[in-house]
């Protein structure tokens, strides 16, 4: 679904623009400041972004495409501190890995990823530090290798264990070690 808008996008960036009302393409295209609220009640924000203004001079007609829709999420994302959708996508296939398989090996879902990739949703912050994480080196394979069952967590608990056993062992001793002692002594 995302390639398909990618692709959409790349193909709205090679054809001339068209107007939505007359189909023409004397369209010409101004930068312009644009501010936006975003969220309702007391949570509600005003965003202020620049985006590419559309104008069919035929129609006398001004209007906002995809390309200022992005630009509108990318400013909600950056208000948030959330990665924007193009980050997202970039650290995926970073991996070189197909939405299904970077699910599958994060745990994260595949239908959530696509939504953040598609700016259709924002992650979360929790999701948005995860997100983070997978873009270091290293911590992929780390996951990957842990598998569904989450295997090398599984040794990092074991390891807490066996020290705590060793403590309870190390007092056992200790104990035997003065039991042995008083009854020497005695
Ligand atoms: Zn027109």
Redesign the pocket.
């Given at each position: 679904m995302g390639s398909q808008r990618s692709t959409t996008r790349i193909q709205a960036a090679q054809k001339k623009h068209e107007?939505?009302?007359?189909?023409?393409h004397?369209?010409t295209t101004s930068m312009h400041r644009h501010t936006f609220s975003y969220g309702s009640g007391e949570s509600a924000v005003e965003l202020t972004v620049d985006v590419p203004v559309r104008r069919?001079?035929?129609?006398n007609?001004d209007y906002l495409d995809e390309v200022a829709e992005d630009a509108e999420h990318e400013a909600i994302c950056q208000h948030f501190g959330v990665l924007p959708p193009g980050e997202i996508r970039r650290i995926r296939e970073g991996h070189r890995m197909t939405r299904a398989r970077f699910a599958e090996v994060t745990g994260l879902g595949e239908a959530s990823l696509n939504r953040w990739e598609n700016g259709l949703t924002i992650q979360t912050q929790a999701y948005d530090k995860y997100l983070r994480l997978l873009a270091l080196p290293g911590i992929m394979q780390l996951i990957e290798k842990s598998g569904t069952g989450g295997a090398s967590l599984r040794p990092l608990s074991n390891v807490g264990e066996k020290r705590f056993q060793t403590l309870e062992v190390t007092e056992d001793v200790r104990r035997a070690q003065q039991n042995f002692q008083l009854r020497s002594a005695a």
């Open positions: 107007c939505p009302l007359c189909g023409g004397r369209v069919c001079e035929p129609c007609f």
